[in-house]
């Protein structure tokens, strides 16, 4: 627990110093990017959809990490349709990292008995030209939802950023210390670790459920599921205001007497008081092709 407390001080003390900064980005654009993705998917397929919104450095899982457009150029044009709707987004201050989440269905024929439904996760990088661009996709199976979740878009609050590094490595360092901070923490005890780490508002996506929102909810899920989750960090990216980021990695949960591999994708988000919290995370499980 002290490399938890020494990673606090780390984060607030990269944070003291809030500048003025031009108007933060609406995070309609990256809703705008998510529903274009959508259009392109529905239009030309499922390839030729990734293919078009990849960032060169983007990644998916299947089932590990590996890059978009050395996956999709090596593939033949997926049967079926897939519809994607985002309920959830944020982007940086500056524009240059954001995500989108929410609902998809998946078809495989014209019954409505073929459909797959399930919520994925985006992760959007801006280019130099300002265009964002998928770095990162996944997302988890569940029953089809009873009811439609309520739409949570919401601008960055500008009071979060803070004045960049003179160390252009210092605010990867700095989440990928508290990503493996977090990690060490749910080994001890997966509740406290969330209690810690994880937003009042957070979401929680795992396979088999609909997405939990609130830090309650969450940790009574991992309290009846009898969860416990041993994991390890493989990267990390931040915006360059320095209020939101992302990290992903590998897993293995235990789930009552069954033990599983996953890969994670955790977004981090500022709070009010400078320190880095879980705004949304999603395991996805590793399967056989």
Do not use: C
């Amino acid at each position: 627990m002290k490399k938890l407390v020494f990673a606090s001080l780390v984060l607030l003390g990269s944070a003291r110093f809030v500048f003025a900064q031009a108007p933060a980005a609406d995070v309609n654009k990256a809703v705008d990017a998510d529903k274009a993705f959508n259009n392109l998917v529905e239009k030309k397929g499922i390839k030729s959809g990734f293919l078009a919104v990849a960032d060169p450095e983007g990644i998916i899982f299947k089932p590990n990490a590996v890059n978009i457009n050395e996956f999709y150029k090596n593939i033949d044009q997926q049967a079926g349709t897939l519809t994607m709707q985002a309920n959830f987004a944020r982007i940086s201050t500056n524009g240059d990292l954001a995500f989108t989440a929410g609902p998809y269905v998946y078809q495989n024929g014209t019954d409505d008995t073929d459909k797959v439904y399930g919520d994925y996760v985006s992760v959007w990088k801006a280019t130099d030209a300002g265009e964002l661009k998928l770095l990162i996709n996944l997302g988890i199976q569940h029953p089809e939802p009873e009811t439609n979740a309520i739409s949570d878009f919401r601008n960055p609050d500008s009071t979060k950023q803070v004045a960049p590094s003179k160390d252009p490595f210092a605010g990867k360092r700095i989440i990928l210390a508290t990503d493996n901070a977090f990690n060490q923490s749910l080994n001890i005890s997966a509740l406290a670790a969330y209690k810690e780490f994880l937003s009042p508002e957070g979401r929680y996506y795992f396979p088999g459920f609909e997405p939990i929102t609130g830090q309650d909810k969450m940790m009574k899920f991992i309290d009846n599921e009898a969860i416990s989750i041993s994991a390890q960090t493989t990267n990390a990216g931040r915006a360059a205001s320095n209020d939101l980021a992302y990290t992903y990695g590998k897993a293995r949960i235990k789930k009552g007497a069954i033990t599983s591999d996953y890969n994670y994708v955790r977004i981090w988000e500022l709070d009010a008081n400078h320190k880095w919290d879980i705004l949304l995370e999603v395991f996805s499980a590793v399967e056989s092709e």
